[in-house]
T-cell receptor
Framework: SQELEQSPQSLIVQEGKNLTINCTSS?????LYWYKQKYGEGLIFLMM?????EEKSHEKITAKLDEKKQQSSLHITASQPSHAGIYLC?????????????FGSGTQLTVLP | DGGITQSPKYLFRKEGQNVTLSCEQN?????MYWYRQDPGQGLRLIYY???????QKGDIAEGYSVSREKKESFPLTVTSAQKNPTAFYLC????????????FGSGTRLTVV
């Protein structure tokens, strides 16, 4: 089965600083999703990557999938308190007729004002 | 607007009781899922359903049961056989054609008292 390892587990940064969260897969990624979760709430979709070398940006968040499709990174530029939360990566399981996502354990981000 | 509704938001269970968590979606998604989230462990799949009247066990199905009598509804029962039910439970749905992976509900926090 596919396993996703996220690093770091937690991150505390000063407002305005840049940061990067990594997601490494034990198998080739066919679809990699990034979600954000506020404590005690559901997950909000951020971005999806499929192709090796793909990069997507939304506002100050950029996600990349490496050429080998086994690692993805999420980069936040000039962090703000609104970026605080738990970031999770999820990987598509290509086998079977039902979509199934496997998730990493999450990265807890704290942004200090 | 379409979405997933989970209820209740908070639930307290006495030892030996069965409790049922509700999940309703109006997105016309075929597949629905239940995940359990514990601190530092990410999301673990309990059950999923691809179509009405059919469901499959996930990684941690013991002590849980589900039904899928309607496309819109996928309730989860936490039985007395689940020895450590205190957790945050997330319901999700998906469509094979969606680029968003899953759409998540806002979660139910279950506490044993």
């Amino acid at each position: 089965s596919q396993e996703l390892e996220q690093s770091p587990q937690s991150l505390i940064v000063q407002e305005g600083k840049n940061l990067t969260i990594n997601c490494t897969s034990s198998k080739t990624l066919y679809g990699l999703y990034w979600y954000k979760q506020k404590y005690g709430e559901g997950l909000i979709f951020l971005m999806m990557l499929q192709k090796g070398g793909e990069e997507k940006s939304h506002e100050k968040i950029t996600a990349k999938l490496d050429e080998k499709k086994q690692q993805s990174s999420l980069h936040i530029t000039a962090s703000q308190p609104s970026h605080a939360g738990i970031y999770l990566c999820g990987a598509d399981n290509p086998s079977g007729s039902a979509r199934q996502l496997t998730f990493g354990s999450g990265t807890q981000l704290t942004v200090l004002p | 607007d379409g979405g997933i509704t989970q209820s209740p938001k908070y639930l307290f269970r006495k030892e030996g009781q069965n409790v049922t968590l509700s999940c309703e979606q109006n997105l016309n998604h075929d597949a629905m899922y239940w995940y359990r989230q514990d601190p530092g462990q990410g999301l673990r799949l309990i059950y999923y359903s691809q179509i009405v009247n059919d469901f499959q066990k996930g990684d941690i199905a013991e002590g849980y049961s589900v039904s899928r009598e309607k496309k819109e509804s996928f309730p989860l029962t936490v039985t007395s056989a689940q020895k450590n039910p205190t957790a945050f439970y997330l319901c999700a749905s998906s469509s094979r054609s969606s680029n968003y992976g899953y759409t998540f509900g806002s979660g139910t926090r279950l506490t044993v008292v």
